[in-house]
């Protein structure tokens, strides 16, 4: 094989070249099968060969394959917006599509400022997140994230942003404490960094409903992001919620949000929008938001030159379409609860595995040295690469992550399978992510 010229995500690791997709497999150059137990990183939800999604890319692209969108909208971007809209949670009314997760979340900060300055508040500047979340790897996104490895080389170039602390009971929720009564004190550290920052000038609260990679598939507990909301309304706080992993259908509802009954004043999502058969992801914002732009300077200052691109947008529409005219999304909690009582069943008595947690088609499992200490393992054993190399030499596809406590030490593997997989593919699952937790181990 001649020496590739592709910049790869780790120079030193020689990647198998994928050659095909069938539906929740990826085949290799050798023929080699792998059961993608993660979605690639939760964006697979119809598996990889799906015959609709890739006829409506096919007639999009021999009709229309861009229009730049300070001339003209599209057909596929109206109809995903308006399908978006429809389905959304609260007053969201308004779609801004954009090629990933990431330029979603730069599109929602930037807007939320604009909000204040248009409403006559420029002094509101300051953004709160979250210890232990991830929001993207741009220099605005990677501000707002609380993953400090990622962060950590690139501390000199990112904004201010407070991190407050995550929702994650399995490690911070003392004993003696009720889920419910953990949940309001954390919530309350939302205003007491509000206060400390000035009440009039913190523009938005930037959450992720389930917590993806950085954690592995953490919900919030009970009360959690109600009183989150009642915060944010009580000192004029946007509330954006990061759904570009754990949104669209992948806990068992269209917007992650719902199982916690709030609405949020934007959403961003990605990843299962387009199920990696184009990139696309969206910033949706609440009426409110739109009018007050909409009546200040009409314009909004951002923008990227694929915004709505018409091939990625009728994927999308193809992808939502698929979701809720086949009963997937409903389906998704029925095959989480297999999946975990399975997970549960194999590893649940295993004396390195601290918690099993997540929502429907989104799990985490944590691995500990020590189970009743909850003690992670330390991070030079590199516990979380070795599962990931293991599961896939087993045929296994999953999303093991380091530093989950605090961003050096901790291990977690993430699952997010396709939602067309069935309840015997499950088996295989959990039985070969078992054998790779076995391999990956430290003896003794």
């Known amino acids: 094989?001649?020496?590739?010229?592709?910049?790869?995500?780790?120079?030193?690791?020689?990647?198998?070249?994928?050659?095909?997709?069938?539906?929740?497999?990826?085949?290799?150059?050798?023929?080699?099968?792998?059961?993608?137990?993660?979605?690639?990183?939760?964006?697979?939800?119809?598996?990889?060969?799906?015959?609709e999604v890739v006829r409506a890319i096919q007639e999009q692209v021999a009709q229309l394959a861009f229009a730049h969108t300070s001339f003209f909208t599209s057909e596929p971007a109206e109809a995903l917006a308006d399908l978006l809209v429809a389905n959304a949670p609260g007053d969201i009314d308004r779609v801004y599509f954009v090629s990933g997760g990431s330029e979603a979340t730069e599109a929602a900060i930037k807007l939320?400022?604009?909000?204040?300055?248009?409403?006559?508040?420029?002094?509101?500047?300051?953004?709160i997140a979250?210890?232990?979340?991830?929001?993207?790897?741009?220099?605005?996104?990677?501000?707002?994230?609380g993953n400090a490895w990622r962060r950590a080389q690139f501390a000199p170039l990112l904004i201010e942003v407070s991190h407050i602390a995550p929702c994650y009971a399995y490690a911070e929720k003392p004993d003696d404490e009720s889920l419910e009564d953990y949940g309001l004190r954390v919530a309350q550290?939302?205003?007491?960094?509000?206060?400390?920052?000035?009440?009039?000038?913190?523009?938005?609260?930037?959450?992720?409903?389930?917590?993806?990679?950085?954690?592995?598939?953490?919900?919030?507990a009970p009360g959690y992001f109600q009183r989150v909301r009642e915060i944010c309304d009580r000192y004029g706080v946007l509330l954006i919620l990061d759904e570009v992993m754990c949104g669209m259908g992948r806990t068992g509802h269209l917007f992650a949000c719902e199982a916690d009954g709030?609405?949020?004043?934007?959403?961003?999502?990605?990843?299962?929008?387009?199920?990696?058969?184009?990139?696309?992801?969206?910033?949706?914002?609440?009426?409110?938001?739109?009018?007050?732009?909409?009546?200040?300077?009409?314009?909004f200052q951002h923008g990227h030159t694929y915004l709505g691109h018409p091939v990625a947008t009728a994927a999308g529409l193809a992808v939502v379409r698929a979701l809720l005219d086949r009963g997937l999304v409903a389906g998704v909690s029925a095959l989480g609860d297999k999946l975990d009582a399975a997970l549960r069943q194999a590893l649940g008595q295993h004396p390195n595995?601290?918690?099993?947690?997540?929502?429907?088609?989104?799990?985490?499992?944590?691995?500990?040295?020590?189970?009743?200490?909850k003690t992670?393992?330390?991070?030079?054993?590199?516990?979380?690469?070795?599962?990931?190399?293991?599961a896939q030499e087993a045929g296994l596809i999953c999303y093991p992550m380091s530093g989950t406590r605090d961003g050096r030490v901790g291990d977690h593997v993430l699952l997010a399978p396709p939602f067309i997989m069935t309840d015997a593919q499950i088996p295989e699952v959990v039985s070969k992510l078992e054998l790779a937790i076995k391999q990956s181990l430290p003896k003794g």
């Open 189 to 220: 550290e939302l205003e007491d960094e509000i206060l400390r920052l000035g009440a009039d000038s913190v523009m938005a609260f930037i959450a992720e409903p389930v917590v993806g990679a950085t954690l592995g598939a953490v919900p919030a």
């Open 130 to 145: 979250r210890r232990q979340s991830y929001h993207g790897n741009t220099l605005g996104a990677l501000s707002a994230g």
């Open 1 to 51: 094989m001649s020496r590739s010229h592709v910049f790869p995500r780790h120079t030193k690791s020689a990647l198998p070249t994928a050659v095909a997709g069938d539906g929740c497999y990826l085949i290799d150059a050798k023929g080699k099968r792998y059961f993608d137990g993660s979605g690639g990183a939760a964006v697979s939800c119809l598996g990889h060969s799906d015959a």
């Open 353 to 373: 595995i601290g918690d099993i947690r997540g929502r429907g088609l989104f799990r985490g499992v944590e691995l500990v040295a020590d189970r009743e200490t």
């Open 262 to 299: 709030v609405e949020p004043d934007i959403i961003c999502i990605a990843k299962g929008l387009g199920a990696g058969y184009q990139p696309i992801g969206a910033m949706l914002c609440s009426k409110a938001i739109y009018e007050t732009i909409e009546t200040g300077t009409g314009f």
């Open 112 to 127: 939320a400022r604009q909000y204040h300055v248009e409403r006559g508040e420029p002094q509101r500047r300051h953004l």
């Open 376 to 390: 992670p393992f330390d991070p030079g054993l590199a516990v979380a690469a070795k599962i990931k190399k293991a």
